[in-house]
């Protein structure tokens, strides 16, 4: 059965309960929990962590506490009944926890291990606290350590400052706020000493200077190491003063025995000393720690013959030093004893042993010997700071340890009452005795007694240092052989006091011989007696004895016989007729030296004191002793102290009259000497003696009579030194007064009681005059007032003992009143003032509300008087916070409320008006930190907030309705709320209270918010209709606004705890402020239209507050503000533009959210429906939603470690729709200048560039002026446009775009010109001279590009379900870019398949991206197609300025033919365009539009075979014109590679295609298309005779046998073909031997070596499976070249479909992530008899994105020699560029168009060097050819004119020039070969040194290859050029025609070029005259043909162009050859 609990009812968790029962609850250890109800061994209740769930525990898992509960029952408390300190620590390191976790995280190590320190020792702290074994005082020590390291870990981790007072955190309801900013402040400071420990708190005003803190130092001997003494030894330590050259301290005395330990056992481990009371000034001094060691044994230690060895005599040994300035600071850092090691040094002169110490300081080595290794003293030294009992309390080990006490030589800087010493030092300095005869000097030893007058020897009254007992006679050292000691030893003689008069010191000398028995004799004494015949002690001096003789008999018995002689020269003056019969002879010729130092706290040297003490004996002299008293030493007066009151008041009472005056100045001269801090500890002494020894009951009357006497003289005397000292002995002399009045009235009951009443009034009258003297003429004056006004506070309490509260409060207000006004007196004066108000403030009479009501008025007189002139601000904040803090805690009473209201009338205007001035000055003053200026410093901010706010906080609704109802008019009142709300807002502005300062800021929000509550009332009442004011309603607004961002009340971003005591607190006070706000709108009634549009933007701040009822508040003001501009204006075009505007810089500063874009529209959608302008208003709403979203997309992208790419990305997308959309030309400007930035922090140069250019399209060239913007000065238009194009100038020269910095150039150039302005025209010329420089020298890389799709809804919303295609980085590859974007968006999942994605993808939540690489199509095909254009041009305009891109996809129509795939082998063409060109303003744009047009299997063939032959011709032309030297291997690997795949089957298998008679009768309308692929093939077959007849010239003997294969396999070839084309046997150079000139093109081409398939895309997504032998098809890789397919099949394998080789590539390449980017890729081996194993040129049949995994060996090819081996490999690091697949969802596509992979390309380029473009101007358009090499690694122009095939014929023929292919947008060479364009030309010259006959039509070229810079390439060069940089890249001619025909690339003549005289025969059969263009397709499929122009049918959806395009189809399709560098 469930019972509530009683008693138990709070516990600690002991251990984890994971809530494995039903209705468990899961508890870690340490949690706390509420316990409701028991049952059995079981608890219910609920953890204080979640105290809304409830559920069961074991209750042996609880440690219950005690606790207090309050609210008994369902709803109860329970406050855990601890000390509160406990509890702040539990809930302290609870909150670290999880925060010091997450510095580990942060790699904040350092942190992390301090805190964990901290928090191991919190934890022990609070062990110890709740152990309860603790004294008070330790308590409060360990609360102490405790809240040090409380307020330390709270700073380090950047927590909330806790105020506390005595270690206890404070409630701020119970406090003033004036206090509780000051326990802010010294909290602050506590935790500042904390980390510093550096006292940097300033005293503050009513604070009594500290007390100076004495040092101490402790000393311990460790060991003293000393092998060859062998004797005991004494260790004499002292502390020795350099600089004066004296000792300070006492000796500790160390008694060691020859083994080095203690000669006392119990000494061991004890033998250790502390030196006392050093001043900050004594630590300061040179000081050092001397240790003295002397030995007891032998006269000489190495001479066992002197001296008997019973005889132990003490001889010095030797000296160690260590300077504490040295140690110091070591011992500062370090609590703990640490150890030194001290040399001990020997003397070498024994006569200077005296000195030896500074010798050794002085490091005067001569005069030491350096000790040997074994020599040392190791001790530790620990300093000690504190009084004694602090030390004895914090150190009580060290005093147990038998600790010697070494006092100073004299008195501390602090003398204590209670401190009775009685010591007297004497220093044996010197002697200097008589040889007597002797030959060699004595030994002398001397024995010092302390004798009684009586002459008993004193028992135990020398001490030869603090560590050992004292003794009875004292033996010095003995100095060997010396007449002349000097001992310079002190010993200390504590005689006591009963002892001293009549006690004398006797000194025998004796001679301590080492011959004889070695006995001691006496030979002389001298003596001493302790004090004088007046009573005085011993001077402190040094004294000359005079030396009497004696011998071993003679007698001391009677020291009355020595006595009576003089013992110094000032004795025998005093007694100069002595008997000369005495015993006793003075030695003249000897003296003997001491001196004496007295500190004694009961003897006196001083005569004059002792003659006032004595007075009664010499009454006549009072006089002159009352008069000398000033004069006698402070240490004297204070020891002597109740003596000397007493006689003084004895006096007064003997002689009032006679001796008053002299007697009241010794009182003022002692009190004030009490004022010393020296002696400042004897004030108690003086209090103690004025309460109960003081007995001058008549004193009161002369000491009232003098004080008013002095006061009354103060405006007559020049001097006033006297009447200024008894000024400040004020406090005592009223003690005096007020004690003496007491004792009379005691003794007398209250007799004159009047008279005493009336005397004092006089003299507060004389107070009051001295005050209102004027002193400004009179500085001693001036000094005189001071000094009154600041004893005057102390003289209250007195007062109060003889008069009520109201008299004293009386008698001060009168005494305030009557000081002259701020105006009248000085500044220093006025200080003085305010402290001495401030102390009365702060005394006990200001604590009564009684004194209260009459004082506070003239103290708020002088504090408003100071605050309107701005004087003194600091000391009156004081005195203000100490009224505020006595009103707080008096706020119960009654008279509070009358007091507040007197402050409210006099203080609230002039405070707000104070705080007004110093938040300016604080302002403007912030550069001059520097100078020390008070009233601009944070600090006194702060304390006048403090006091404004205590006030605001202490009125109520009276105070208030009084305030308001006092303003005379309407316009004071407008002052009044203007001030005050202009105040709370720059409370809230500037950082009054650092961020901790967590308590006072929510107090301070707290006041506001109340207090606005009230004025709000006022505002609305007196301000709203006719009297309508704009200011203080704009005021008021922005007060409200202000509040409710603050910083410190977004609770959001605090912890739950945090928030929740908050809450409880204040509840969310941003919702009172809003709700405040809203009514105080709502009220304004027509007045809202002022306050737009002005307003928007405050009011949108406060919507964005993430405080939901404040949005729901706040956002429908909008309406109020759309409506009321609707109404006035007829639209909201102003809060539109505002609020547009505002909504952008307020996003992006990190406000608003998701919700609230939601909040915002719904809210006001549904306002706006209501409304009769509800159509422009939805539109307005959902245009500011919309771009509330890009805003949010933007800012999510630029907070987050987001890559630039979607920074950019989002940024272009929110700059367009401010520009399309909204409008907003300004803030288009702004996000141009981010996007800029941002590309430039990218380095994407050329896309800053075209941003930039956004803006620079917006200027004219005007003079009109500009507004200064942004970084843009104030300048005319025509300035910003042409520093604008010089920065864009400049970045497209950094990105290389010189051909867009061009037109600019030119543009700045005409305005230079139109203004001649010749330097600048001159230098932009030259500048963009540089540039057509750059274009044609320096290298350029070419980009790939992709197309991407984000599909999904979790893209950013500018991405969401879009297409873009994007310009990939320089050498970046599909896999780089796929994996790039991965990484960008680390959710995404990669789309395996090309194909669109469904809308479940396009609506999901989550991302998928699809990638593939495409094709450029360019837009410049003219400049492409142009003959003399160089390739580099063309190669910028093939990537440059493109609009358009493509990608294929193969596929089969139809029933698939197993026998022949390609006979269905269809091309599914896609072209995207987009938006805007690439490159532009970003690197990705988004596309457009998509078209898809499908290529039949004929126009594919066609397009295959006639890259190919392009190739060919291509590769034979270089080594025609001996561009390629030696090395045959290239064109040995190109003719295998096509002759072998032809014989194979290549060719065979289009044969058996289209040339079947079935498919020539099921496709009539293919007739010429397929007469077309013949012409090719014969073509092919003829470039393949000149091939091999090059190939025959060059080729080395070792080849031969290939070279043979070669010609019978090409004979195989053409007997394959010779059944299609009769005759052509008789065309073959190879077979024949002659040949016949043409002038096809060949395009240059390069074929892979077995080592160079290895080099194919390094990339790509998947190996090349399984190519058998080198001669695959090519046929096939051409088709599924331009379809971005190839089917590829390892030996054994068939390929049925594209879909069984996607089945394949999948097993062949399984990351997921590339599949479906594999798409139907074939793979052919030779050996199959598959249709299409039959090739060109097996060579290519290895994709440009594949990398073969078929060995070497396996395939048949020939490789290249080692020797080239380098170039391969070094291909392997060139970027593989531009030789993309025509799509790059396809990545395995052999080659585009036909032509060779990159690796190929870049390692023919390698291998067959440069050729430069060359051109005829008398060839026509196809005779140049569209295709040069060029390369800039190699510049060494030719010779000779190279051999060259034979230009081609261009006569009546049948045979035609060869058109474009219609279906290839990319000219065999011009897509894929950047690096190797091959030139039609380079075909064009004689063949001047060939067997081939020459064309008699075409003349031969001149101007070819050597007619521009190009490069011979040897064979035996060193093949490692310097790498550059390169872009190779594919690229596509577009045609244009005046139709905007589809693009398709053009490699023939034009239609209309002359043909030649057919009678000449040609060189090589003329290729027939078929004019490739492309043919319209009517709907019934019919194709229109022309006799001289038979176009061939192109791809669906071409139309037809007209003839006329034919030749600039051609010469943009050369261009493009020669763009592709």
């Known amino acids: 059965m469930w019972t509530p609990t009683e008693e138990e009812k709070y516990g600690v968790v002991i251990c984890s309960f994971r809530g494995s029962v ?216 002292s502390l020795y003063d350099m600089r004066e050259g004296k000792q300070i301290s006492e000796r500790f005395l160390v008694r060691l025995n020859k083994n080095g330990g203690p000669r006392n056992p119990e000494k061991i481990e004890r033998m250790c000393a502390l030196f006392t009371d050093l001043s900050s000034k004594d630590m300061k001094r040179d000081l050092y720690i001397v240790a003295h060691v002397i030995r007891i044994g032998r006269m000489l230690l190495n001479d066992s013959k002197k001296g008997p060895p019973h005889l132990h005599y003490r001889r010095p040994y030797g000296c160690a030093v260590l300077s504490i300035l040295d140690v110091l600071q070591s011992l500062t850092e370090v609590k703990e004893e640490k150890d030194f090691v001290l040399k001990v040094y020997t003397c070498n002169n024994e006569s200077e042993w005296s000195q030896i110490h500074e010798n050794i300081i002085r490091k005067s080595s001569a005069k030491y010997s350096a000790p040997s290794a074994s020599h040392g003293l190791i001790i530790s030294l620990q300093l000690l700071r504190g009084d004694m009992e602090q030390i004895r309390r914090e150190n009580p080990m060290i005093f147990n340890r038998g600790l010697a006490i070494t006092r100073k030589l004299g008195f501390p800087d602090v003398i204590m009452p209670g401190d009775i010493r009685n010591d007297l030092y004497l220093t044996l300095e010197k002697g200097d005795f008589e040889r007597g005869g002797k030959s060699v000097q004595k030994n002398i030893e001397v024995t010092m007694y302390v004798l009684y007058a009586d002459g008993e020897i004193l028992k135990d009254c020398i001490s030869l240092g603090s560590g050992e007992p ?254 200024q000292e008894a000024m400040r002995a004020l406090e005592y002399l009223f003690k005096f007064i007020v004690q003496s009045r007491i004792l009379y009235s005691r003794a007398t009951c209250g007799m004159e009681e009047e008279q005493f009443r009336s005397s004092i009034q006089e003299l507060f009258q004389s107070i009051r005059f001295v005050l209102s003297l004027d002193s400004r003429n009179s500085e001693t004056l001036l000094f005189t007032q001071a000094a009154l006004l600041n004893s005057f506070p102390t003289i209250f309490d007195e007062l109060l003992q003889m008069f009520t509260v109201q008299e004293v409060a009386e008698f001060v207000r009168g005494t305030l009143g009557s000081m002259p006004s701020t105006v009248h007196i000085g500044q220093s004066m006025d200080v003085v003032k305010l402290q001495s108000i401030a102390r009365t403030v702060d005394s006990r009479l200001f604590s009564f509300s009684e004194s209260r009501r009459i004082l506070l008025p003239v103290v708020l007189h002088h504090i408003h008087l100071h605050l309107r002139q701005q004087k003194e601000l600091l000391i009156c904040s004081g005195i203000l916070g100490s009224i505020f803090s006595i009103v707080k805690t008096s706020s119960l009473e009654a008279d509070v409320m009358e007091e507040v209201e007197m402050m409210v009338e006099s203080l609230l205007d002039v405070l707000l008006q104070t705080l007004l001035t110093i938040m300016s000055k604080s302002h403007a003053q912030e550069a001059v930190r520097g100078q020390r200026c008070p009233q601009c410093t944070a600090e006194i901010t702060g304390e006048y907030v403090s006091c404004l706010l205590s006030l605001l906080r202490q009125m109520c609704d009276t105070h208030f309705q009084h305030l308001l109802d006092n303003f005379q008019s309407k316009d004071e009142l407008k002052e009044f709320l203007l001030k005050i709300f202009c105040v709370f807002r720059n409370l809230m502005k500037m950082s009054v209270f650092p961020r901790d300062w967590m308590v006072m800021r929510l107090l301070t929000s707290n006041i506001i918010v109340t207090t606005v509550q009230y004025l709000s009332s006022a505002l609305h009442k007196n301000f709203t209709e006719t009297d309508f004011d704009f200011k203080v309603w704009n005021s008021y607004f922005s007060l409200a606004v202000l509040f409710i961002n603050q910083p410190s009340l977004q609770l959001e971003i605090i912890t739950s705890a945090k928030r929740k005591k908050i809450l409880d607190k204040y509840g969310d006070m941003r919702v009172m402020m809003a709700y405040e706000l809203f009514s105080m709108w709502q009220n304004l009634g027509e007045h809202k239209i002022h306050f737009i549009p002005g307003m928007i933007g405050p009011f949108l701040g406060v919507t964005l507050v993430p405080q939901p009822e404040v949005r729901n508040i706040m956002i429908p003001i909008f309406h109020d503000m759309m409506d009321w501009e609707q109404r006035k204006n007829g639209n909201f075009k102003q809060v539109e533009a505002e609020l547009i505007d505002k909504l952008d810089s307020m996003v992006s500063e990190g406000k608003g959210d998701e919700s609230y874009r939601e909040l915002f529209s719904l809210l006001l959608l549904e306002k706006v429906e209501q409304e009769t302008w509800r159509e422009t208003g939805i539109s307005f709403v959902t245009s500011v939603t919309r771009l509330m979203e890009r805003l949010l997309d933007y800012r999510d992208c630029m ?280 490159p532009g303003i970003s690197r990705w744009f988004e596309v457009e539009r998509r078209e898809l047009v499908e290529v039949s299997p004929l126009e594919n063939a066609i397009q295959v075979v006639e890259n190919k032959n392009q190739e060919l011709r291509s590769l034979i032309s270089q080594y025609q014109h001996k561009q390629v ?226 060995p070497s060996s396996a395939r048949g090819s020939p490789s290249l020699p080692d020797k080239y081996r380098h170039a391969r490999e070094m291909m392997l690091l060139l970027p593989t560029y531009r030789d993309r697949p025509s799509s790059a969802m396809y990545p395995a596509a052999i080659l585009e168009n036909g032509q060779p992979p990159n690796f190929q390309r870049a390692l023919f380029q390698q291998v067959v060097g440069a050729c430069k473009p060359c051109s005829d101007p008398n060839l026509s358009v196809a005779e140049k050819g569209h295709y040069s090499l060029h390369f800039d690694a190699f510049h060494h122009p030719l010779g000779d004119t190279p051999p060259a095939l034979p230009a081609r014929t261009l006569r009546k023929s049948p045979l035609h020039p060869i058109p474009a292919s219609p279906t290839s947008p990319q000219s065999g060479l011009d897509g894929s070969n950047s690096t190797l364009s091959g030139s039609a030309s380079s075909g064009v010259s004689s063949l001047s040194e060939s067997n081939f006959g020459h064309s008699s039509e075409a003349p031969p070229r001149t101007d070819t290859m050597d007619s521009m810079p190009s490069q011979a390439w040897n064979a035996d060069e060193d093949l490692e050029p310097p790498y550059l940089p390169v872009h190779y890249s594919l690229s596509e001619s577009a045609v244009l025609d005046s139709i905007k025909a589809q693009p398709c690339r053009s490699h023939s003549a034009p239609g209309c070029v002359i043909p030649q005289d057919p009678m000449d025969p040609p060189a090589l059969p003329p290729k027939p005259y078929h004019p490739r263009l492309p043919a319209l397709e009517h709907d019934e499929g019919v194709l229109l043909r022309e006799e001289t122009e038979r176009p061939r049918g192109l791809h669906r959806k071409a139309p037809l162009p007209p003839g006329s395009a034919k030749e600039e189809q051609a010469r943009m399709a050369w261009e493009h050859g020669r763009g592709e560098q």
Not at 135 to 142: L, N, S
Not at 1404 to 1427: E, R, W
């Open 470 to 723: 004292n003794r009875s006679s004292y033996h010095s050292f003995v100095l060997y052989h010396s007449n002349s000691p000097r001992w310079g030893e002190i010993i200390k003689l504590p005689i006591p006091i009963d002892r001293f008069r009549g006690s004398h010191l006797r000194f025998e000398f004796r001679h301590c011989s080492t011959k004889d028995k070695g006995e001691k004799k006496l030979f002389g004494f001298a003596f001493s007696t302790l004090m004088r015949d007046d009573g005085t002690t011993l001077s402190d001096d040094i004294h000359e004895l005079y030396v009497y003789k004696c011998d071993e008999n003679s007698t001391f018995n009677n020291h009355a016989l020595y006595l009576g002689l003089p013992c110094c020269k000032e004795d025998y003056n005093g007694c100069p007729n002595i008997p000369s019969s005495l015993i006793f002879q003075r030695s003249t010729k000897e003296s003997f030296f001491i001196s004496t130092q007295l500190s004694s706290t009961k003897l006196t040297q001083n005569v004059d004191l002792l003659a006032l003490l004595k007075w009664k004996a010499f009454p006549d002299r009072i006089m002159d002793v009352l008069g000398r008293l000033r004069h006698v030493s402070g240490e004297e007066i204070v020891k002597f102290l109740q003596d000397i009151l007493d006689t003084l008041f004895v006096i007064l009472d003997d002689n009032t009259e006679k001796y008053g005056l002299l007697v009241f100045q010794s009182l003022v001269f002692i009190i004030n000497l009490l004022r010393d801090i020296k002696y400042f500890h004897f004030r108690p002494v003086m209090d103690t003696y004025i309460q109960k020894h003081f007995a001058g009951a008549l004193a009161y009357k002369e000491l009232i009579r003098c004080l008013k006497w002095y006061m009354d003289c103060s405006a007559e005397l020049i001097r006033q030194d006297h009447i």
């Open 22 to 237: 039903p209705q468990g609850l899961v508890l870690e250890i340490g949690e706390t929990v509420q316990i409701l109800e028991k049952c059995e061994g079981w608890y219910r209740g609920v953890s204080t962590k979640k105290p809304n769930v409830k559920g069961i525990f074991p209750a042996n898992y609880i440690h219950l506490k005690k606790a207090i509960v309050s609210n008994r029952g369902q709803y109860e408390t329970v406050v855990p009944l601890e000390d509160s300190i406990v509890t702040e620590v539990t809930a302290t390191l609870q909150e670290w926890a999880s925060l010091w976790k997450q510095l580990y995280v942060k790699h904040k190590v350092d942190l992390f291990y301090k805190l964990r320190h901290v928090m191991n020792e919190l934890i022990d702290l609070r062990r110890q606290l709740l152990s309860g074994h603790l004294t008070q005082d330790q308590v409060r020590e360990v609360k102490r350590h405790i809240t040090v390291r409380l307020d330390w870990g709270n700073e380090h981790l950047g927590l909330d400052l806790v105020p506390r007072k005595d270690f206890e955190v404070v409630d701020s309801d119970q406090i003033s706020v004036s206090d509780l900013y000051k326990m802010h402040l010294s909290s602050r400071q506590s935790v500042q000493q904390s980390t510093s420990q550096v006292d940097t708190m300033r005293p503050r005003h009513g604070e009594t200077c500290r007390m100076p803190v004495p040092h101490h130092f402790f000393l311990s001997l460790k060991s003293f190491t000393y092998n060859t003494i062998g004797e005991d030894t004494d260790v004499f330590f």
């Open 1525 to 1750: 030297h030696g090395n045959i291997n290239l064109l040995s690997m190109c003719l295998n590679g096509v002759i072998d795949a032809a014989v194979n089957g290549g060719i065979a298998r289009y044969q058996e295609a289209f040339f079947d008679k079935d498919y020539i009768n099921k496709h009539p309308g293919d007739a010429e298309k397929i007469t077309q692929l013949k012409e090719l093939m014969q073509e092919q077959v003829h470039v393949l005779g000149v091939g091999l007849a090059v190939h025959e010239k060059f080729v080395h003997p070792e080849m031969r046998p290939l070279h043979k294969k070669l010609i019978d396999q090409f004979q195989m070839m053409r007997a394959s073909l010779y059944h299609e084309f009769p005759g052509l046997d008789k065309l073959s150079p190879a077979c024949s031997g002659t040949s016949t000139p043409r002038g096809n093109v060949l395009a240059s081409h390069s074929p892979m070596s077995p080592e160079s398939i290895k080099m194919t895309h390094r990339h790509s997504p998947m190996n090349l499976m399984g190519t058998g032998r080198h001669s695959s098809s090519s046929l096939s890789s051409h088709a599924s070249s331009e379809a971005g397919n190839m089917v590829m099949l390892g030996d054994g394998s068939m390929g049925d479909a594209p879909e069984d080789l996607y089945h394949h590539m999948q097993l062949a390449y399984p990351n997921p992530r590339y599949q479906g980017s594999v798409t139907n890729v074939s793979v052919l081996s030779s050996s199959q008899a598959s249709p299409s194993s039959s090739s060109l040129s097996s060579t290519h049949s290895a994709p440009s994105q594949m990398i073969t995994s078929a």
């Open 1199 to 1478: 907070k987050g470690e987001e890559t630039e790419n979607k920074k950019i990305g989002c940024t272009v997308n929110l700059m367009n729709f401010y520009k399309s959309e909204i409008n907003k030309e300004e803030m288009y400007i702004r996000y141009i200048h981010k996007l800029c930035d941002m590309h430039l922090q990218a380095e994407n140069y050329t896309e800053a560039a075209f941003t930039l250019l956004l803006y620079c399209e917006l200027l004219q060239w005007e003079d009109r002026p500009l507004r200064e913007f942004l970084h843009y000065p104030s300048q005319t238009e025509w300035q910003r446009k042409e520093g604008l194009c010089r920065k864009i100038i400049h970045y497209f020269n950094k990105g290389k775009s010189w051909e867009f910095g061009i037109p600019l150039c030119r543009e700045l150039a005409c305005q230079y010109e139109s203004l001649y302005d010749y330097q600048s025209l001159s230098w932009i010329r030259k500048m963009e001279a540089s540039y057509y420089d750059n274009i044609m020298e320096q290298q350029r890389l070419e980009p790939e590009f992709f197309r991407v799709g984000f599909y999904g809804r979790k893209f950013p919303f500018f991405l969401r379900n879009k297409e873009y295609v994007c310009r990939g980085h320089d050498y970046e590859r599909l896999e780089a870019f796929q994996q790039r974007m991965l990484s960008e968006f680390p959710q995404a999942v990669a789309m395996q398949h090309p194909n669109h994605p469904d809308d479940a993808i396009l609506q999901c939540d989550a991302q998928y991206l699809q990638i593939y690489a495409v094709t450029p199509i360019p837009d410049y095909v003219d400049v492409l197609q142009m003959d003399r254009v160089p390739d580099r041009v063309k190669s910028f305009y093939r990537v440059n300025n493109v609009r358009k891109f493509r990608y294929d996809r193969p596929f089969h129509k139809g029933p698939k033919d197993k026998e022949n795939e390609f006979k269905s082998l269809w091309i599914e063409r896609t072209t995207l365009t987009l938006t805007h060109s690439l």
